[in-house]
């Protein structure tokens, strides 16, 4: 990863500068492609629900220059490795599990009818690696952005969006929903996205001014592949199962009420049932935070993280014990609104919501409770709302 707070100026010069030196010719053009957080909405994609994530100011950089033999010259700066594939036959690497998110963007366009051709291609990325910020993603969407516009075709940002996680599944093998793909696709400055996951319908929701979105990372990682991701998305799908019985018309648990699952929930076994609370708690927990942000009421958006955070704790079982610690700071802190952990759990960040004026404070405050409670030092990033994928000048 690239050094975290060098200005974007910066960090393109130096690609530009190490394109020319590796390829022997100027970079073509140069993306940017945003990590993200999630204010809230978690665990609700694959169940066809409601998400509003943000796109952050930490992203994939990535420049690249055509070439006329359909081979792709790829360099990862910052693992100093590099690799090389025939655009038009792109395979899965066994060797360089780095490279297959590009390989798999080229194979799910083209399957999508998109001609690409070669490209020399060189990127870098200052999105913490497994910390739960769509880094992958973010290189995912950035060599979707980056192949398109080197072979002079367009596409959707949606669908662009839905190539890249077919490509996470296919490529990376990580059953993940949509909503890293489309908020990395589709962010928008100072704004947070409400997405329906199931017709991929939007607006986006402006953050009120007066409020900031901190991001505290526990220094815990964990992987997602092959983990409890796919255990809760399968207890989901047996939630489903078992509740058409006695409502045959549902797809998924987007289609149940609460009332509903209140009147049903003798049909499934624990923990099913406290996973289909979450789900249908949560899809509601969404959209009143929209009216939340939308009415400015910044204290009420925060009751709503944190009943979010209750309910990844105790309902999905998402949460861990460096988790719980650092939500619990970030309540104890000064100016807080409320405070969850953000992406799939068990490791890496929260997202919380600060009056403006007490960031400061706030950030001091969280590290130190932080520290004394798990001995662990806290990365704190205060962030905002960016614009989604684009080309820089
Ligand atoms: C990961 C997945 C997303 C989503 C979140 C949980 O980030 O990639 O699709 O399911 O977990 O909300």
Redesign the pocket.
């Known amino acids: 990863m690239s050094n975290q707070t060098e200005p974007l100026s910066q960090r393109i010069s130096r690609l530009r500068d190490h394109f020319l030196q590796r390829f022997g010719r100027k970079a073509e053009v140069i993306v940017r492609a945003p990590g993200r957080v999630?204010l809230i909405?978690?665990?609700?994609?694959?169940n066809d629900g409601f998400?509003l994530p943000i796109a952050i100011d930490r992203n994939v950089l990535l420049a690249a220059a055509r070439r006329d033999d359909h081979r792709v010259h790829l360099v990862a700066v910052d693992l100093d490795d590099e690799d090389e594939f025939d655009v038009t036959a792109p395979t899965r690497s066994e060797t360089k599990a780095w490279a297959n998110y590009h390989r798999g963007v080229a194979a799910m366009l083209q399957q999508r009818g998109i001609d690409l051709t070669g490209a020399d291609v060189m990127f870098s990325s200052n999105v913490p690696i497994g910390a739960?910020l769509?880094s992958s993603a973010a290189v995912e969407v950035a060599a979707a952005f980056g192949f398109l516009a080197i072979s002079d075709q367009e596409m959707d940002r949606a669908q662009m969006a839905l190539a890249c996680q077919q490509a996470e599944h296919e490529y990376a093998g990580?059953p993940?929903?949509?909503?890293?793909q489309f908020i990395s696709a589709l962010g928008r400055a100072d704004s947070a996205l409400l997405l329906d996951c199931r017709d991929l319908s939007y607006r986006h929701v402006p953050v009120p001014e007066s409020a900031r979105i901190v991001v505290a990372d526990t220094g815990v990682r964990r992987a997602?592949a092959g983990s409890e991701?796919r255990v809760r998305r399968s207890q989901c799908e047996e939630a489903v199962r078992l509740l058409q019985s006695a409502l045959p018309g549902i797809r998924a648990l987007r289609d149940v009420s609460e009332a509903e699952l209140q009147q049903y929930e003798h049909l499934l076994p624990d923990p099913i049932r406290r996973r289909a609370r979450h789900v249908v708690t949560e899809n509601q927990r969404v959209l009143d935070t929209v009216a939340a942000l939308e009415a400015g009421d910044l204290r009420r958006a925060g009751e709503l993280l944190i009943a979010s955070h209750h309910s990844l704790r105790d309902d999905y079982e998402v949460s861990s014990t460096e988790l719980d610690a650092m939500v619990e700071a970030a309540l104890a802190a000064p100016g807080c609104f409320g405070s969850r952990l953000t992406?799939?759990g068990f490791g890496g960040c929260t997202v919380s919501l600060v009056a403006n004026e007490a960031v400061k404070d706030f950030v001091r405050s969280l590290a130190q409770t932080y520290r004394e409670r798990t001995g662990r030092d806290a990365t704190v990033y205060v962030t905002r709302a960016a614009d989604g994928v684009g080309l820089v000048a």
Do not use: R
């Open positions: 999630n909405g978690e665990h609700t994609d694959y998400v739960g769509s990580v993940c929903g949509i909503m890293d997602l991701y992406g799939a």
